[in-house]
């Protein structure tokens, strides 16, 4: 029987971006709201047609596959973007098959053609697996929310997930269903990374919202860039174990110097 899938129904509608916000909030209740965002390296399109190898069983599956009466939508290696925020989670340890979309059904009855107004949708990761979130150019990351309760959908949790990046400090709710990490008052960090601890049972977001401001804003720019220059280097990978920086070995890596972080790649 030939798969039928929810994503082309998402395609056929946009959300609104919102320009120069200082809040910005990924939305992923409504399955819709993905149309709205960007996706790299490959389009939205040519994701939910694309296959990969799920490397823990060495199997070419489809990024885009109905499971159950849900349907899922496999993200790992895009970086996805909304008004010049992006974020990225990715799996070093090949668990299962995540990063993911999942579009769960509303109701009981399936419908006969999958539409966007019968699911709900939320962001899933998985143990030991890495979220990294950017800012745009010129700005510095005051405060990241993750959500994972929305309306009627069920109450899911995050609070396994644990801010790698220094410089800020995490809250996590009593019931892990909000994951909140506000940056110190004098930080300019401009990247978080976040890791899932090892023992870390599904991890999922219905909504992602990164507050924002201008980096090196007011007349202590000129210390802060000082301060920055004369401060040590220091290299990380992805889950946060600092490097010795002469023998870094081909990987994603993060620089860290005084108050500025920035992801590179040695080759």
């Not at 269903?177 to 870390?200: M, P, Q």
């Amino acid at each position: 029987m030939k798969k039928k899938f929810l994503l082309p129904s998402i395609l056929a509608a946009c959300a609104a971006v919102a320009s120069n916000a200082q809040e910005v909030v990924f939305d992923f209740t409504d399955p819709t709201s993905l149309s709205g965002l960007e996706f790299k390296p490959m389009t939205l399109t040519e994701l939910r047609s694309a296959k990969y190898i799920n490397e823990s069983d060495t199997k070419e599956k489809d990024r885009c596959y109905k499971s159950g009466n849900n349907h899922v939508l496999i993200i790992d290696g895009e970086t996805i973007s909304k008004d010049g925020v992006s974020f990225s989670v990715s799996n070093p340890d090949i668990y299962k098959d995540y990063p993911r979309f999942f579009f769960g059904l509303i109701g009981k009855t399936y419908p006969p053609e999958p539409a966007a107004e019968n699911f709900y949708c939320d962001l899933r990761w998985y143990k030991t697996q890495v979220l990294e979130i950017n800012a745009p150019e010129g700005k510095k990351i005051e405060k990241i929310v993750m959500s994972a309760t929305s309306g009627d959908n069920p109450k899911r949790a995050n609070g396994n997930t644990i801010v790698q990046t220094e410089g800020g400090k995490q809250t996590i709710s009593d019931d892990k269903t909000l994951n909140e990490w506000v940056a110190d008052s004098e930080s300019e960090i401009s990247t978080v990374v976040y890791k899932a601890s090892a023992d870390s049972p599904t991890q999922m977001a219905y909504s992602l919202s990164v507050t924002l401001a201008d980096a090196g804003s007011g007349s202590a720019i000129t210390e802060i860039n000082a301060a920055d220059s004369a401060a040590p280097v220091e290299y990380y990978n992805l889950t946060g174990v600092r490097q010795n920086g002469d023998t870094l070995v081909p990987g994603v890596y993060v620089r860290r110097q005084g108050s500025k972080a920035q992801k590179f790649i040695v080759k």
